[in-house]
């Protein structure tokens, strides 16, 4: 990532240094420099007050902080929708969140994120360009931070990490503007989530540890202990089994009618599969080994298969379960056409990659995963020309 020349021009142009900049987002000044240097990326919470600081569009933010400057189409090529956000075109962008959650159970986020990505920046372009009806300021609002909370997700499946960040800094600032403060926090778990997934554990904790000051329902404590007990997992750090079981303990006390809608994603089934991978971040192999087992005995069909079946491979690889671990891998290979999520394909780096490092390893899953990897990335390359 390069030095972002025009991040720095912009906040010169509009009066701040570092140090006000710094004050006025309640960060500290290094952390300022370090995005002017591209070193990290601003946080999704943040961007919306970046962008008002710098009297810029959080699109004109997205192009700063990419290096490029935001570009004005020719107005004798601009094309823009006309007609206000109303009550059709809301329920019009409702069903197409159903229709993408559909199609990602069936297709998997690499193949529909850019779908989910279009139809979310369609939405917020008919807000932006057309305006919103009267009485439906909130709704519309409501209706886009919904989108780009599924385009969010699904970017996390396809495990695109910056188009993440942006997705979900739009759906915060949407959320934001409709006073939809369940939505607000939905985003931030699944961006805790991203956070943790991509080296980040740190800051995960940082947003998780955010929301637990608040006051919440035992359901919505209970996901945001998950979230925290991942992140110090993530760490190394043992505390994190007295969160895990701080979180069961909230989960056995069911949900309540104020629960947001959305609170059903928080099951048994994701329950198991986070203690899965809480036990494996923590080296407790035997324990993550037989919990994604049971997952898999329950299920045949499921959104998380292929993901779940490479992090078993991992985890018995790292456990030195050498005659499973080619068993399992051999399941990988059986259905590798059908693997559509970046998830799945990193753990799969990361398997190969863990083989190849252990001298006790057999050479037949050695070369098992290496030929596994390559295929993985030579099909995506291949999906990803046939689409443009």
Known sequence: MGKRSGLAARRKAVGHSQESLAEALHTSRSTVARWERG??????????ALAEILQISLSDLDDLLEGTPAQTPSESF??????????????????RVKQLLTMEHSFGGMRVANVALDSAHAFERRIDEAGI?????????????????????????????????RAN?????HAAAAGDHSMEIFVI?????????????TEALYLTRGVLEQTLSPRLSTLFHVREARALGRRGDGEALRIWLKAMAEYGDGVRESDPYWSWWINDEQMQLQKAALFRDLGRYDTAIDTWQGYL?????????????AQ?????????????????????????????????IARIDQLAADVKRSPSAPGSLREATRLLASFMHHAHAERLASSS
């Open 169 to 173: 800094s739009r759906a915060l600032h």
């Open 78 to 95: 601009r094309v823009a929708p006309k007609e206000p956000v109303g009550a059709a075109h809301i329920e019009s962008a409702r069903d």
């Open 189 to 201: 778990q699944n961006e805790s989530m991203h956070l943790c997934e991509t080296g980040r554990a």
């Open 312 to 344: 078993l491979a991992q985890a018995q690889a790292r456990a030195g379960a050498w005659v499973d671990a080619e068993s399992t891998v051999g399941s990988l290979i059986d259905g590798a056409d059908d693997i559509c999520s970046g998830r799945a």
């Open 297 to 309: 005995t329950a299920r045949s069909d499921d959104l998380y298969l292929t993901l779940v079946i």
């Open 39 to 48: 070193e990290v990326q601003p946080q999704p919470a943040t961007r919306s």
């Open 133 to 165: 009806r009267a009485g439906y300021n909130s709704d519309a609002h409501a209706a886009a931070a919904e989108l780009f909370e599924v385009a969010g997700w699904q970017l996390i499946d396809a495990a695109r990490p910056d188009d993440v960040d």
